[in-house]
């Protein structure tokens, strides 16, 4: 063999040495990028899961804040019409601010509770009542005026006035007082 020969067959030797280690690079290069890009896809789903995780979690926290604002918007509405709705039990008072009242303004009262109305737990319960008054009918109106003043929710149904001598009037009323 020549050194012609020589020289070319191990440069024939040598470029396929180079071929094959950058076929073999080009090779893992090719298997890595397949395997990143099937790590990157799997890793953009966990990112996007997470990402509607977290967008749930932060409507939940939005839901859960204005449950709050209105539970403590429905507390101030549920204090005053526990003040407004009294206990049943409390309208033993009534019987004597009724009296109180009447003498106060120079009426004499038959003041007397009526039937009950029960009904369901969350419904608006009431007690009937019947209230006789005799007196001035100015004296009456300012009875009424401070009886609307007072912390109980009372309807009156029914009113009879009946003029018995000059200045002095027969006041006959009947009507419910609510509670809860």
């Not at 298997?31 to 409507?59: G, P, R, V």
């Not at 009724?98 to 369901?120: H, V």
């Amino acid at each position: 063999m020549n050194d012609n020969q020589y020289f070319f067959f191990e440069f024939k030797k040598q470029r396929q040495k180079q071929l094959l280690v950058y076929g073999g690079l080009v090779l893992m290069f090719l298997i890595l990028s397949i395997f990143f890009i099937f790590q990157i896809e799997d890793l953009s789903q966990k990112i996007n899961d997470i990402k509607i995780q977290t967008l749930a979690t932060q409507q939940a926290l939005d839901v859960f804040s204005t449950l709050t604002n209105e539970q403590q918007q429905a507390q101030k509405y549920l204090e005053r019409l526990t003040k407004i709705f009294p206990n049943k039990d409390s309208l033993i008072n009534l019987a004597t601010i009724i009296r109180d009242k009447s003498l106060t303004y120079n009426l004499s009262e038959n003041f007397s509770f009526g039937s009950e109305f029960q009904g369901q737990e969350e419904e608006i319960k009431n007690v009937g009542f019947n209230l006789a008054l005799s007196g001035s009918l100015d004296n009456f109106l300012r009875f009424l005026q401070d009886i609307e003043k007072l912390p109980f929710f009372i309807e009156f149904s029914a009113i009879d006035v009946n003029n018995v001598s000059n200045s002095n009037y027969q006041i006959n009323t009947a009507g419910k007082i609510y509670t809860r």
